[in-house]
Nanobody, 122 residues
Framework: VQLQASGGGLVQPGGSLRLSCAAS????????GGWYRQAPGKPRELVAN???????NYRASVRGRFTISRDNANNTVYLQMNSLKPEDTAVYYC?????????????????WGQGTQVTVSS
């Protein structure tokens, strides 16, 4: 079981990026998913999260610019980032509360994906 984050890159201020976080392995479901970010010298912070039912939560600084969504059929969580600002520059990490099979046993665990760098600069 693993989470694979992708979609980071270099973008100019005002630009857009879409991050993806795909769970693979013997996945039964993604109960909840979220994106965090960590800028150099700063603690990791929650950017947005989404429940299995689709309820969302955003930190104030990204509300209205970022949209978190999920594809339950493909066990993937997305983060659409629009109107990017230099202060959004960070390594972005995805996190998911997963239900998965270990043999015939259904288990639950919290997983982190590898980080993906987002740099907003002109």
């Amino acid at each position: 079981v693993q989470l694979q984050a992708s979609g980071g890159g270099l973008v100019q201020p005002g630009g857009s990026l879409r991050l993806s976080c795909a769970a693979s392995g013997s996945i039964f479901s993604v109960r909840a998913g979220g994106w965090y970010r960590q800028a150099p010298g700063k603690p990791r912070e929650l950017v947005a999260n989404v429940t299995y039912g689709g309820s969302t939560n955003y930190r104030a600084s990204v509300r209205g610019r970022f949209t978190i969504s999920r594809d339950n059929a493909n066990n993937t969580v997305y983060l659409q980032m629009n109107s990017l600002k230099p202060e959004d520059t960070a390594v972005y990490y995805c996190n998911a509360d997963l239900l998965y099979y270990s043999g015939s046993t259904l288990r639950r665990a919290d997983y982190w994906g590898q980080g993906t760098q987002v740099t907003v600069s002109s």
